[in-house]
Antibody
Framework: QVQLVQSGAEVKKPGTSVKVSCKASGFHFASYGFSWVRQAPGHGLEWMGWVSAYNGNTNYTPRLQGRVTMTTDTSTSTAYLELRSLKSDDTAVYFC?????????????????WGQGTRVTVSS | EIVLTQSPATLSLSPGERATLSCRASQSVSYYLAWYRQKPGQAPRLLIYDASNRATGIPARFSGSGSGTDFTLTISSLEPEDFAVYYCQQRSSWPGTFGQGTKVEIK
């Protein structure tokens, strides 16, 4: 079936980096893009950015620009999120979600499916 | 950046009752709006896309309506699994913002 399976929980110290993976199955990976969304404890959803497995293009939210890198590996059908210079307010659950392959707004459809989430805790 | 405002923040209802959730955009998003349900401890799930289209596998008790700046998600008869948080998301212009969520709780 169509699914995204993410890597396990991480505990990191401030100033370090984390890399979260999102492995796809059940569909043609290279025909899609992938968005990353995070949710701090007790808060709503924050879109972080998007990466295309179709052409490698990326688009990041300005508040994370310079600290975030999103990539894909079509040979393993896996999307990756790397976040650097971690701070305590980066503590959140990080979700990947299947998205449109091209960064051409407006975009029809929605994020479907989502990965199960990866909890990242940043603490000294 | 388009701001989405959801109301009410919390909706207290009983199983079997009808739920009406609102999402208002700070400027027109045409019909490029999606709705998601997030159960506790789980990832969100797409319910409605393009304002009124049910996603694959979503039961008919869920319906979406609206265009421009005002949108509604209606759940015709609440099932136990529907007590959750609901988010709207606009897909009209970058960045694709989410509303702050509406919690549907058991009365």
């Amino acid at each position: 079936q169509v699914q995204l399976v993410q890597s396990g929980a991480e505990v990191k110290k401030p100033g370090t980096s984390v890399k979260v993976s999102c492995k796809a199955s059940g569909f043609h990976f290279a025909s899609y893009g992938f968005s990353w969304v995070r949710q701090a404890p007790g808060h709503g959803l924050e879109w972080m950015g998007w990466v295309s497995a179709y052409n490698g293009n990326t688009n990041y939210t300005p508040r994370l620009q310079g600290r975030v890198t999103m990539t894909t590996d079509t040979s393993t059908s896996t999307a990756y999120l790397e976040l650097r210079s971690l701070k305590s307010d980066d503590t959140a659950v990080y979700f990947c979600a299947r998205d449109a392959p091209r960064d051409q707004w407006p975009i029809r459809g929605g994020f479907d499916p989502w990965g199960q989430g990866t909890r990242v805790t940043v603490s000294s | 950046e388009i701001v989405l405002t959801q109301s009410p923040a919390t909706l207290s209802l009983s199983p079997g009752e009808r739920a009406t959730l609102s999402c208002r955009a700070s400027q027109s998003v045409s019909y490029y709006l999606a709705w998601y349900r997030q159960k506790p401890g789980q990832a969100p799930r797409l319910l409605i896309y393009d304002a009124s289209n049910r996603a694959t596998g979503i039961p008919a008790r869920f319906s979406g309506s609206g265009s421009g700046t005002d949108f509604t998600l209606t759940i015709s008869s609440l099932e136990p699994e529907d007590f959750a948080v609901y988010y709207c998301q606009q897909r009209s212009s970058w960045p694709g913002t989410f509303g702050q969520g509406t919690k549907v709780e058991i009365k």
